[in-house]
């Protein structure tokens, strides 16, 4: 059978009961013992300064028993009673913040993740309630972006659905006609579902730290020179121009070179979307230590009040006009995400009608290095 659990409180104050006990025990035990040998001691110093107490000696080591055992059972019954309610009082206090943990946590596991703990003016219960809050808080955040991804990933799907039902319902009635064109819509949009879900599925393994950076030196001028040409090679006539600006002073980086493909790419593509006219500039440059590489463009540009978001899953200035041109609502969180894996980091500034720059950062081998050799040297000291 499954021994009964013994709650806190009650372990709590029997251990002071057991403290008690055992000092008054020990306090009883030794008063017993010494007390009266100390009092025959005093009683030969008094008849040794002449006093004779020969014959009430007995009587007054009676006395003397009695009286301190009398006094030793007061004190002990109103200390027991002093100190076991002293002692329900603490055990209460201590455990009182615990209780409302508890309610709490069965409150968030029921949905109710609105709830946060008190400050305690017991300084560790404090700190444990504090904790517990700033779980509470990272949970409440896990929990909406899970329904705001719930959300947008149903949006996102319902429209391309949506086309394809209307599509695929009027050629099996008959009132379309099956031709190349509607085969090619229908795939268009089949093509936009496939690239959502795998954009969805590569954040979700970055998030979760499962997906792999393999860094190394790398040479910068040859990678972007690569992505520029393949961008200019693709591009019709009246369109942008793509430019590359990158010192052959450049010093290495120690990246991955197909994710940071993968990010310019990404940049890319969106500088080219919402830019008909002007030109799309990749330029590399030192700032503060950090080597730069920045995608300006001359194209639309984003709203002041809109560039805090513009890094966020499903986020779009434009819903209609973007959903159109092609874009997940991902590759700009996935871009954030890769440079932050890197141990970069990544801005946007923006001006409507003037354009955007996108810039990202990047550790040169020369960085790690020194930070290397600082760790080493902390390590020695």
């Given at each position: 059978?499954?021994?009964?659990?013994?709650?806190?409180?009650s372990r709590l104050f029997f251990s002071h009961?057991?403290?008690?006990?055992?000092?008054?025990?020990?306090?009883?035990?030794?008063?017993?013992?010494?007390?009266?040998?100390?009092?025959?001691?005093?009683?030969?110093?008094?008849?040794?300064?002449?006093?004779?107490?020969?014959q009430g000696r007995t009587q007054l080591i009676?006395?003397?028993?009695?009286?301190?055992?009398?006094?030793?059972?007061?004190?002990?019954?109103?200390?027991?009673?002093?100190?076991?309610?002293?002692?329900?009082?603490?055990?209460?206090?201590?455990?009182?913040?615990?209780?409302?943990?508890?309610?709490?946590?069965?409150?968030?596991?029921?949905?109710?993740?609105?709830?946060?703990?008190?400050?305690?003016?017991?300084?560790?219960?404090?700190?444990?309630?504090?904790?517990?809050?700033?779980?509470?808080?990272?949970?409440?955040?896990?929990?909406?972006?899970?329904?705001?991804?719930?959300?947008?990933?149903?949006?996102?799907?319902?429209?391309?659905?949506?086309?394809?039902?209307?599509?695929?319902?009027?050629?099996?009635?008959?009132?379309?006609?099956?031709?190349?064109?509607?085969?090619?819509?229908?795939?268009?949009?089949?093509?936009?579902?496939?690239?959502?879900?795998?954009?969805?599925?590569?954040?979700?393994?970055?998030?979760?730290?499962?997906?792999?950076?393999?860094?190394?030196?790398?040479?910068?001028?040859?990678?972007?020179?690569?992505?520029?040409?393949?961008?200019?090679?693709?591009?019709?006539?009246?369109?942008?121009?793509?430019?590359?600006?990158?010192?052959?002073?450049?010093?290495?980086?120690?990246?991955?070179?197909?994710?940071?493909?993968?990010?310019?790419?990404?940049?890319?593509?969106?500088?080219?979307?919402?830019?008909?006219?002007?030109?799309?500039?990749?330029?590399?440059?030192?700032?503060?230590?950090?080597?730069?590489?920045?995608?300006?463009?001359?194209?639309?540009?984003?709203?002041?009040?809109?560039?805090?978001?513009?890094?966020?899953?499903?986020?779009?200035?434009?819903?209609?006009?973007?959903?159109?041109?092609?874009?997940?609502?991902?590759?700009?969180?996935?871009?954030?995400?890769?440079?932050?894996?890197?141990?970069?980091?990544?801005?946007?500034?923006?001006?409507?009608?003037?354009?955007?720059?996108?810039?990202?950062?990047?550790?040169?081998?020369?960085?790690?290095?020194?930070?290397?050799?600082?760790?080493?040297?902390?390590?020695?000291?």
């Amino acid at each position: 059978m499954e021994k009964p659990k013994v709650s806190l409180r009650s372990r709590l104050f029997f251990s002071h009961v057991v403290v008690m006990v055992v000092g008054l025990l020990t306090l009883l035990a030794i008063g017993k013992i010494s007390s009266p040998r100390f009092f025959i001691f005093y009683l030969r110093q008094i008849e040794v300064d002449g006093l004779s107490v020969r014959q009430g000696r007995t009587q007054l080591i009676r006395s003397f028993d009695d009286a301190w055992s009398k006094g030793a059972f007061w004190s002990v019954a109103i200390g027991a009673v002093t100190a076991g309610g002293l002692s329900y009082l603490i055990s209460q206090r201590i455990v009182q913040p615990l209780i409302q943990m508890e309610e709490i946590t069965r409150k968030f596991a029921a949905g109710n993740l609105q709830e946060r703990l008190p400050a305690n003016e017991i300084p560790e219960v404090d700190q444990l309630a504090s904790s517990f809050n700033q779980m509470a808080a990272t949970l409440e955040g896990v929990e909406q972006r899970r329904r705001e991804l719930v959300g947008d990933l149903t949006h996102e799907l319902r429209t391309p659905l949506t086309v394809l039902k209307g599509y695929l319902e009027g050629l099996a009635d008959g009132t379309i006609d099956p031709s190349s064109d509607i085969y090619e819509r229908l795939a268009r949009e089949t093509t936009r579902m496939q690239r959502l879900v795998n954009d969805l599925q590569e954040l979700s393994k970055m998030e979760a730290g499962y997906l792999p950076i393999d860094s190394r030196p790398l040479e910068l001028q040859p990678l972007l020179a690569s992505i520029v040409n393949r961008f200019a090679d693709q591009l019709i006539e009246n369109s942008p121009q793509m430019l590359l600006d990158c010192p052959a002073e450049t010093p290495r980086v120690l990246a991955d070179p197909e994710r940071v493909e993968q990010i310019l790419v990404n940049l890319i593509s969106n500088a080219l979307r919402y830019t008909t006219a002007g030109s799309v500039l990749v330029e590399v440059y030192s700032e503060n230590d950090k080597l730069w590489i920045a995608v300006v463009d001359t194209g639309h540009g984003i709203a002041e009040a809109d560039l805090p978001h513009v890094f966020e899953r499903f986020w779009r200035a434009d819903r209609s006009r973007d959903r159109h041109s092609g874009g997940t609502g991902v590759g700009l969180a996935i871009c954030r995400r890769l440079v932050e894996l890197h141990g970069g980091s990544i801005e946007v500034s923006s001006q409507l009608d003037r354009g955007s720059t996108f810039r990202f950062s990047l550790p040169t081998v020369r960085e790690k290095l020194t930070l290397r050799k600082l760790g080493e040297a902390k390590a020695g000291h």
